[in-house]
């Protein structure tokens, strides 16, 4: 069975008004019957094309959408075949069945989990880090594997997307708008492969309601806490390496998994500036980090435990700091706050404590500029300017520790 579809006209249609066929059709006007869709019963119709092709068609709504099966030629199905598979076709759909879901599994048809795992794998290349891999699997096989994902990916429907999203929608809302998200390119994956010939995650907004917008801040210290967060940091059983990076995090302002995959090639000491290629930034975009006296204090000691390895920072086994690991240190050592918002304590002091411009601190973040027209001109990555802002943030750790001295 499959779906027809044709360039030609639409032909002439011989179903007559009033009562639906039955069994209209004749053996013998089979083979004269001319150009047209001649109606035998049950969707069921004659297809003589200009070319002179005879085949038999199924017109049958099957899930509230219209569909046009083909049952064959005329030459290889006979009339009586296909008015019981047409019969049989019909009964499956009345009872909430899907024609088409036999033959698209006899063709190999992939699950919903087989379908999730091959787009994963087609989207790897294109992400920064691995661990957006391990999210993306992890959050489809808590949520929707367990409903749909050993169901052919044609038959996953719009009341399953919505079982599935209902119960976390509000609840957990940025999970679920991520889950959502996830499902749908799933099944668009599923549509270009022409497996399905929908998307029923476009049509479940309106049921599900508009989410509540809050924001949720990473925990971070007053920024006068930071230097307290370091010395915790050093005096605790993590390894060398370990502290290093948590060191070097905070006095870049950069982000986890910059800090974590930073390699050597990427430093220049000579030079004071590390280098982040685009393929390792948020944003796609290469960021020049200027680097203060005593970050470049922290790659020498880094250097002489990295034995000539490519990364800068290595666990103890002599591979890369898991991402999750810092997180954990920072909550074994009670310190109230998550690797990134080491971020927002720089943001703060160079807010309240500092005239730095807003611009240039928001350069030295990597964040964007969201206002077109100013970004149409802010061509420069004011890096000049942010080598001060970066050596007064240096200093005022050290001079926050020697004050608690």
Known sequence: MDIVTSDAPTPRRTKSKGRHPHNALAAAFIRSAPVGRHADGNGLYLYVQRTGTRSWIQRLVIRGRKHELGLGS?????????????????KLARAGGDPLADKRRAQGTPTFAEAAATVVDQKRAGWRSPRQAVDWLHSLERYAFPRIGSRPVSEVTTADVLAILTPIWHAQAPTAKALRQRIAAVLEWSIAMEYRTDNP??????VLGPQRNTVQHRRALPHREVTAAIAAVRASKATQAVKLAFEFLVLTAARSGEVRLATWDEMDAAGRVWTIPATRMKMNREHRVPLSGRALEVLDAARSLA???RLVFLNRLGNRIKDTFLSELLRNLDIAAVPHGFRSSFRDWAA???DHPREVVEAALAHV???PVEAAYARSDLFERRRLLMDDWAAYIADTRAARV
Do not use: Y
Request: contains cysteine; charged residues 30%; proline residues 3%.
């Open 74 to 90: 005329v030459h290889l199905v006979s009339l009586a075949e296909a008015r019981e598979q047409a019969r049989a076709n019909r």
């Open 201 to 206: 995650c476009g049509r479940i907004g309106p």
């Open 307 to 309: 034995d000539g390895h």
């Open 352 to 354: 309240e404590e500092t």
């Open 369 to 371: 500029v969201r206002n």
